[in-house]
């Protein structure tokens, strides 16, 4: 049996490579090339499919929808120039105290 696991940074691999173009057209270089704001719709419209389903007793849809959010979510950081290094180094910024203590130390709005 092959493992067909796709990690965070292999679909960020992917995102880019297809971004960058030179093959067939494809759906994440139209998400690009539309620009930021509609890659941020898309995933905002994920968002909320991966909410309603996971409140339905569809856990199938809950896996679906996840896997779509995140794709969107590495679209827009691409569209973005933000690397999943960066995401990776804040959370681990994140996780060396407790999430109370985290929250805290924001700045209020």
Not at 46 to 59: F, H, I, Y
Request: negative net charge.
């Amino acid at each position: 049996m092959t493992d067909t696991r796709v990690t965070l940074d292999d679909l960020a691999g992917i995102v880019a490579e297809r971004a960058a173009g030179g093959g067939p057209p494809s759906y994440t270089r139209s998400l690009i090339e539309k620009g930021v704001a509609k890659c941020a719709q898309k995933l905002g419209e994920e968002a909320v499919e991966t909410a309603l389903a996971a409140v339905s007793a569809d856990t199938k849809a809950v896996v679906s929808e996840s896997a779509d959010l995140l794709y969107h979510l590495m679209v827009l950081l691409h569209a973005r120039g933000i690397a999943l290094e960066d995401i990776y180094a804040e959370l681990g910024r994140r996780t060396a105290r407790s999430g109370i203590e985290e929250k805290a130390s924001r700045p209020a709005n």
